[in-house]
Every structure is written in C-alpha cells, then in structure tokens.
C-alpha cells in the first residue's frame, strides 16, 4: 500500500473535532440499525424541524432560475419584493450563481454587509475589509492560518470551547493557551486568569499572538457584558494580541440583562488609542441566529487595524480557492438587508423570525429547569446561543466503571444515555473542562412539542444512572 | 478619479517595492531540471502586491510594527505562495476596468476580455436549465405544493427535485449534512461513475466538497508534513498544486510535459525526478496527473495512463488524478478514460492502488463555478487512513448542499425519454460543439502568429502557446524588471483589453515563454479577439524584432 498512517501528516492525526466524533459515528451506527436517534450534537436547526425563512428561499430559488423571472406568470409564485430583490442580487453578479465572484465575495453584497455594520454598531465600516467565506469556519481557519508560523506561536482560547479552535491550531501546529471560564460565574471570564494564561505561555517561550472569544459562548452559551468587553480589549492592547471575535450567534439572545454588544462597537467607543492600534478579526454566519442556514455555508469576517499588506496577503490566499459559494453571499446579503416594515413579505418574515426566536428562548428556559431537575446534574442558565452545558456529578463508582470499559468518564455516561434514549450529544471533554469536572454539550433545538418528553427520557436515564453508580449523595439544584 | 489618482500613487509605490522581488519571484517558481524545489528556509519573498482601492482609516499603516499582526510577523508560507490565475496581471485589468468606466477615450478597446480564468458563465455561457430548474424547487420546496408549479417547470425537473429532497432527512436542505455529503446523492454519483467506467463505486468512497479545490487541499494536507514531503507535479501546471504544496509546507517535485510531442508524459522523466528527489532525502509521496490538462489541454493517451498507474504502483505513490476537464475532449482521435478505469482493467483493485479522482461542477459543458461543488473518490487506503480524510472533512462539517445536489445531478443528467432530455442535449453539445470551434479558430489564430507555436487543445478550456520572444523584448522586460512573458502579457493587456494569464504563473522549461488564454468568450466576440491579438503581436513583433 502506498500510503501508511505512519507517515501521515502528525497535524492531522493529532487534531480532533468531537462535534462529529465517537458519539455522532456510534449515534449514526444506532440509527442505521434502526433506533431513533435525536440528534442534539451539532447546532443544525433545520435538522430538527425548523423551518427556512420564506422570503430567503423565495429570492435565491429566483437566482438559480432567472429564465422565471421572464415568465408572465412567475407573480403568480413569488411576491414582488422577492422578484426585485432577485433582480438586484442578479445585477451584483457577474454572470449569475454560476461564477466565480471576486475572490473576496460580490462586492455588492459586501457594501451591503458594511452597511450593516454601520447600523449596528454607529460606526462606519469599509466593503474592503469584509471578506466572505463559505461559513465562518472557513474564516477562522483562513486568519488562524495566517497568525500561526509554528508551534511557538499560541492563541488563547477559552475553556470551554467550540472544537474548531483546537483542531485547527492542531492542523497548523500551533499552540492552544486555554484560558479557563468559571462555572460558578455563568462561565464568566476573569481577567486574571487570561494574565495566568498568558504568563504560563510565554514562560514555556510561547509568543502568545490572539486570543479568542466567542460571545455569546458555545457550548457555554454566556453574553458577555460591555464592561467585560472592554476589560479584554484593553487586555489585547496591553498584551499586543490580536482578537478574534467569533460572533456568530449575535442573533441568539435569551435574557435581557446583556444585549449583543459587538467588539467592534466597544472597541471604537474606548476610542483612541485603542480603536486605532488593537487588532480585531470579527465573524459571523448565516448558520446560527433565527436563520440557522447551515447547508448553504456562508460567513463573513471583519478586519479591523490589520496592515493593508497583511489583508493583501489574506485576499492572496483567499483567491487560492477562487471565491466563495454565490447562493450563500446572497443569504448573507438578505440576512443583513432583511425585508422592511412596509415591504410585501415583512410581516411573514417578522412573524416567522420572532416565532424562531421566541421558540428558543423558552426552550432554553425548558432544558435548563429540566437539566436542574435532574439528580447530581447542574445546569447555569442559556443566555444565548444554542447550547446548554450541563455539569453531570458522576459518582466515584461511574468513574471506575468508565474506566474499566477503557472511556473517558463523560464519553461513558454519553453513551450510556445515547443507547438509553437515543439523545446524541457531545461530551464535555469534546470542548474542554476543568480537571475531574464533566458535561455534555446538547444543543435546545429539538421542536418544542418534543421537549418535556426529552427531558423526560433524560431524566429518567439520568437519575436510574446516578442510583445505579451513586454511593452516598445525590444533588440537585431544584 | 480621486481614487484612481490615489490608486495611481499607491501602484507607483507598490511598483518599487515589487521591483526588488519580480525577478527573484520569477525565478523561483521555474523549477529546475536537476532538483526538486523546495521550501526555501531563507526569508520569505514578498509576494505580489494586489492592492485594494482603500481609503479607509480603518485599515492600520504597515509602520506600526507593534502591532502583533504585521506583514513580518504572519506565517511565512501564506507569504511564500502564489496564486497567478488570479494574480497581479488581473489586479491590472480591474484597475483599467475601473477606470474605463469614466475614461472611454483614453483606450483603444472598449472592454476588459477576461481569458484569465475558467469561468465560463461570466462570459455570458448559460447555466443547464434542467439543473437550474431542479436547484431552484429544492431551494423553495413550498412551490411543489403549487399547482402554478407545474406551469413554470418541466415534469422531470419535479420529479428529481421530489426524488433528491426524499434523500435529505427531512426534506432540510437548510441543514448540515453528513460530513461526506448525502448519503442518496453519493448513491447518485457512485451509479454515475458506475456507468462512465463499467466499475463498481462504493459511494462510502465519496467525499463531496466545496468544488474540487478543497478535496485537493484536504489530500495534499494529509500527505504533506514537511519539506521533506514531495508531490510530483506536472509542469507546466495548475497552480492551485504549487500553492497549496507552499502552504502546506511541502516540496513540489516537477516533471516535465513535453511540447513538442503535445505534451506528452515520459515515463523515464517521472522516474528520473523520483530519483533525484529522494536522493535528496525526499520522501515522495503521490503524483499529480491533471488529465486533460491544464494548462495545456492534452488528453492521456489510455496507454500513457496505464504507464502511469503501473509507475506509482511500483514506485509506491498516490495517484491524485484531476478530472475536472473530463467532459471538455474537442478532438475525434481522442476519449477520456478515468484513472479508476484504467486501473481497475489492468487488474488493481482496493489493495494495489491508492487512487484518489477528483471532478467538479464548474468546468465540462456545466460551468457551475459559483455554485462550489465537486468530489473525490478515494479508494486504496487503510482504513486508518479513511479515518483521518474522514475526519478532516468533519471539521468544516460538510460542503454547501446546492453544490452537492448539482454534482448528483452532472453524474446524472436527463437520458433518454425524459421529458428535458431533448433541450439537455441541445444545450449542452451546443456549448461543447461551440468550444471545440473556438478552441480550433483560437488555436490557428496563433499559430499564424509570427514566433509562436501553440499546440491543439484536445480538452479543457485553455490555449498554451509558446512565443519565441525576441532578444530586444527579453531585454525590454529585464529593464522593466518583469519576467518576460508578463511583460508581453502586460502590453496585450494594455492594447487590447484582453487578460491572459504569463506562462510563468504555470511553470515552464526555463528560457522558454508562454501564456494560457481561455477558449471562453463568446463566440461572437472570437474574431474580434482574433483581430486585436493579430494586430498587437504584429506592432510587438516589429518593436522588437531582431
């Protein structure tokens, strides 16, 4: 055989990415043989019954089908303003859905993107600078490609995190400084622990070059707070680090007391000399939020104070893969120039983006009760995002009987209750933890009618579980 | 024009800077005969300066080295690797393109051609309907519930949109699918394959991606762990191979097509290469087989391609065959035969030979580039191995959906008795018919030219001729400090609005000069390219004749 996995790219053997790892492959094993399967291991809305957005839909199926808009009768299918806005995403391209765009993305769609950068933060923002991707995670690994020159350069990253970061510092070989988020805080984030991280990093002789936030959290869901966001921009200016926002569930809000606030936005507010010299890389998506478009991959990132050379040589690379997916640029144009009050299709696209959004909030509300109810299990509250993170007490005894059958404590425990119930979810360690402390990562988008019966299963598993392996304490936050 | 005036001053600059690493640029991506190139550990060149009309103050000065993020301070292979299909001659013609919006007058051509790039519906080729037709209700699911529907779009466009949206849990083509791609539509593709080449396919095999860029990515990633890792590439080449051996920090290992025999592949070159590079410690990996080709358009004679096959089975390579131009074949003498095909009738099976065929819905008579799908079949690998391409796949989660309905769809298009079958064929022998006109009228064009000889593109999308340049444009170019087939280019630019891409941007045999043209403007507009091109080698030709 010409190949071994001996003489395999180290990088690649040693990255690993959980999201779609032992749990989602036994999970697809059940399924095939028949079991049913709730798949609650990847933030994929459609997956579980959520519907697309009408007026989207209505305006890309026009772009793959522009002999419709010659039709006399095409009025007849689609409303007016999805007709127009067709014709206009149409007259962006250069010839249509079938070629490349600039490398960057349609210019086009990303004036329209600055534009609503402008409205959202109150500051101007340039076309130039936005760059869009085939999904955020393109972006991500495109600029952690770009800062990483070999395993003396690190990137913080948080505790815990969405596994794209660590696989892909893995496949660049860099170096992954995990700054640790406290649990007992809402998964809040200390300033002291990031000087912790970073101190411990460069006395390894690590050059620590960005860190990464991902606000709101995945799988830890926390809004982080304007005065947080200043804290950790003044952080990077102090430590010359390069910030990478991950930004893409800026749409998934479930309480009040702290709105999306972008870094961008904080970071200009601070005003000079920060907004002049820290750097900033911000992504976004039209997976999340109340789109949840994943199947199309489309994303955008923002550079803000990174040297015209340095973006010259991101385009460089950028133009490598040629351009991103045309349907997708044109999701992101809608997304960000949605329909207007006064538009035909505003109050079917208002009513179906709130029902989406009002829907998630409750179900963040009804999984975390639910998770709370349960024996040895604690749960902090989904303040955004799509995620809840359960911390599960595993009793000494399980422990011992993971270890036995050759598992991680929290795989063992995933397993068990995949089989149980057929909930697929990611274990914790998929995402980073604190030593000796164990989750899961589920995701709240199971439709709601299914919920309280979700929860149910998972009760019932967990506390015959925590009975079976429990010696002598069971907790519970309710 | 402010900007075009700060653009003007902004290029001046760039051009100074550019001028201490043109040539040195220029030289290092001609690979020599003797030795493999690879990754210098000297500083890294600068790479070509595109610059981007900005004016804002968001973008931070290069001075502020403080900064952590700085051209000094980035991965050294971002700034190693050259992209010229898209590079610094097409960074030009937007610049004109630009300001022939408000400058009419100040040129003698009223357009900018773009023959740069593979990108036929940009120049005004059509999309296949029935694909269109079948992505459209598979995007917009709710119009197969309309009665109108059926008024709008043909019968059988419905039924495989119903018969695709059956394949997707829940009808979501919203939702990320499995990290391979659907399950039903690699059993499509699998069929597909199945019929082209009179082999089983395990649609387990089937890797489906965002275009065909990615899949190469994604092998050459596994493969490559360090400059003692060499690809063997063909040369002249695609320079997606070269970029992304750079950026993975391998080494390129070149063999050499030979011109005068229409590019053909010579086995004692391929083992010659082999030799050398490992006698330099190089631990060859696999070979790259871009077939038909491109640049240069041969099509692999089917015993050439069983040399080929025999050669990385004795030698242990992986055989990465790029099929992306299998259905642009323009000559009667030639057929494409896939790599897994031929393999498979010399006998190897899953335990002989690590195959991995890539495809892609851009090119053929399709031209889907926008769309960004495509696929690897990956066969002859432990399963160890399988597990690591599996994984790497997982991390990005998996390619677009409308992509991977489309590749379905181009590995089973109408047959006979569908109710688009009649149009489907109209369609597409019209713009392959149409290609191989153009590929011959482009083709004599510039073999009338004086000094230059260009071979027949038997397939792809790309004429590859060679230009004696004389001595007095060499020297010209040298003083201008560009490599000499840029310099040509750049004038033919400049005269007549057409954008070629140089020779060098490929790889050539050192001392020799070339530019790859695209057969793809429409063909209204072929005589009047052929005018223009006519004229301006003409009055080059008298500037510069010895």
Redesign the interface.
């Known amino acids: ?5 001996d ?7 040693k ?3 959980a ?3 032992e749990l989602y492959l036994r999970a697809s094993e059940l399924q095939k043989e028949g079991k049913k399967i709730i798949f609650t291991n ?1 933030g ?4 579980l ?1 959520q519907k ?1 957005l ?1 007026f989207p ?2 305006v ?3 772009c ?5 808009l010659d ?1 006399p ?2 009025g ?2 689609f409303p007016a303003d999805a007709i127009a806005r067709a014709k206009h995403y149409l007259s962006l ?9 600039d ?1 960057r993305g349609l210019p086009g769609v990303r004036k329209e993107v600055a534009e609503f950068i402008e409205r959202r933060d109150g500051y ?3 076309p ?2 936005i760059f869009l991707t ?2 955020a ?2 972006g991500v ?1 495109q600029i952690l ?5 070999g395993d003396g350069d690190g990137i913080l990253v948080p505790v815990p995190q969405y596994p ?1 970061y660590s ?2 510092i893995s ?1 660049l070989g860099g170096s992954l400084v995990p700054y640790y988020l406290d649990e007992s805080e809402n998964w809040g984030l200390d300033v002291d622990n990031l000087r912790q991280s970073v101190a411990q990093a460069r006395s390894q002789g690590i050059t620590v ?2 860190m990464v936030i991902i606000n709101p959290g995945n799988p830890t869901g926390q809004c982080l707070s304007e005065a947080n966001l200043r804290e950790i921009l003044k952080f990077c200016y102090n430590e ?3 910030l990478l926002g991950d930004e893409v569930y800026q749409q998934n809000i479930y309480q009040d007391e702290r709105p999306f606030i972008s870094s961008k936005k904080v970071l200009m507010d601070m005003g000079s000399p920060f907004s ?2 820290v ?1 900033l890389v911000s992504f976004h998506t039209v997976s999340k939020g109340y789109w ?6 489309g994303g955008y990132f923002e ?15 950028a ?10 640029q044109i999701f992101m144009g809608l997304m960000v120039s949605p329909p207007k009050p006064g538009d035909i299709s505003y109050d079917q696209f208002a009513r179906e983006s709130k029902g989406i959004l009002e829907s998630l909030r409750r179900r963040a509300r009804i999984m975390t009760d639910g998770f709370n109810s349960c024996k040895n299990v604690v749960c902090n509250f989904t303040e955004g995002a799509m995620y809840s993170f359960p911390q599960i007490r595993l009793p000494p005894g399980a422990i011992q009987a993971a270890k036995q059958a050759g598992k991680v404590p929290d795989v063992f425990y995933c397993l068990k209750l995949l089989e149980a119930t057929g909930i697929s979810t990611v274990p914790g360690s998929g995402f980073g933890q604190k030593e000796g402390v164990f989750h899961l990562r589920t995701t709240i988008l199971p439709a709601e009618e299914e919920m309280p019966e979700i929860m149910d299963s998972f009760k019932k598993f967990n506390d015959e579980f925590m009975t079976q392996y429990d010696n002598n304490f069971g907790y519970s936050r309710m | 024009m402010r900007r075009f005036l700060i653009n003007q001053g902004k290029s001046l600059l760039d051009n100074t800077r550019r001028q201490h690493h043109t040539t040195r640029r220029f030289l290092s991506i001609l690979p020599s005969t003797s030795a493999p190139v690879p990754v210098p550990s000297r500083a890294p060149l600068v790479s070509l300066s595109r610059f981007l009309s900005s004016t804002s103050k968001m973008a931070a000065s290069d001075s502020a080295s403080s900064l952590p993020v700085t051209i000094d301070s980035i991965n050294p292979k971002v700034l190693k690797c050259e992209y010229a299909v898209r590079g610094e001659i097409v960074n030009i013609a937007q610049k004109l393109q630009d300001d022939l919006k408000s400058n009419k007058d100040a040129y003698p051509f009223d357009e900018i051609i773009y023959c740069n790039i593979g990108n036929p519906q940009s120049l005004g080729q059509l999309p296949i309907k029935f694909f269109r037709e079948v992505l459209a209700l598979c995007d917009h699911t709710s119009l197969l519930d309309e009665s109108e529907t059926h008024g709008l779009f043909s019968t059988d466009s419905i039924d495989r949109a119903w018969k695709i949206l059956d394949q997707i849990p829940g009808r979501a083509t919203g939702a990320y699918s499995h990290s391979q791609g659907i399950k039903g539509l690699r059993d499509t593709i699998a069929a597909g394959m199945e019929a082209r080449d009179g082999f089983p396919v395990d649609p387990n095999d089937i890797f489906l991606t965002d275009g065909a860029s990615p899949a190469i990515h994604m092998m050459l990633q596994l493969l490559l762990s360090s400059e003692k890792d060499g690809i063997l590439c063909p040369i002249p080449q695609y320079p997606l191979y070269s970029a992304s051996i750079a950026l993975n920090g391998g080494s390129l290992v070149p063999y050499y097509l030979d011109e005068a025999t229409g590019w053909g592949l010579e086995i004692s070159d391929l083992k010659k290469q082999v030799e050398e590079a490992r006698s330099k410690g190089i631990a060859v990996r696999a070979l790259v087989v871009i077939n038909p080709g491109n640049p240069t358009g041969q099509v692999l004679a089917e015993e050439n391609q069983r040399d080929i096959v025999n050669f990385c089975k004795q030698e242990g390579l992986v055989l990465l065959a790029d099929e992306v131009y299998q259905e642009n074949v323009y000559v009667s003498d030639k057929k494409f035969h896939s790599f897994k095909k031929v393999a498979r009738s010399l006998g190897y099976g899953e335990k002989d030979i690590s195959l991995v065929s890539f495809q892609s819905i851009s090119k053929g008579y399709y031209g889907e580039c926008g769309k960004r799908g495509g696929y690897m079949e990956v066969t002859g690998f432990t399963s160890d191995v399988r597990e690591q391409i599996y994984k790497l796949a997982t991390v990005n989660l998996c390619s677009n959906i409308s992509g991977q309905i489309l590749a379905s769809l181009v590995m089973s298009p109408p047959k006979p008795g569908d109710d688009s079958y009649d149009s489907y064929i109209a369609e597409r022998d019209g713009i392959l018919t149409s290609m191989a006109r153009r590929a011959k009228t482009l083709e004599e064009a510039l073999n009338n030219l004086e000094g230059v000889t260009c071979n027949r593109a038997e397939g792809a999308m790309y004429l590859f001729p060679r230009i004696d340049l004389p001595q007095k444009a060499i020297e010209a170019a040298e003083t201008a400090n560009t490599a000499p087939d840029a310099f040509y280019c750049k004038r033919l630019l400049n005269a007549t609005g057409i954008v070629v891409v140089p020779g060098s941007g490929f790889g050539q045999v050192p001392g020799t000069w070339h530019f790859r043209c695209t057969i793809l403007p429409q063909e209204e507009k072929i005589p009047d390219i052929v005018n223009r091109l006519t004229e301006f080698h003409k009055s080059f030709m008298d500037e510069f004749r010895n």
């Open positions: 055989m010409a190949l071994s996995y003489s395999l790219n180290e990088n690649v053997k990255c690993q990415y999201v779609r790892g990847v994929n809305p459609h997956a019954g697309p009408t839909r209505q890309v199926a026009l793959q089908a522009p002999f419709l039709d009768n095409v007849m299918l391209t250069s010839g249509g859905l079938g070629a490349y765009s490398s101007p923002s340039d130039e600078l085939d999904g995670s393109k690994m490609n770009c800062v990483i020159r794209l696989a892909t496949l070059k960005a010359k680090l390069v002049k010299e750097q949840g478009e994943c199947g199309q991959r550079m803000t104070n990174i040297p015209p050379r340095v973006v010259e040589e991101i385009y460089k690379v133009s490598i893969a040629l351009s991103p997916n045309v349907s997708a």
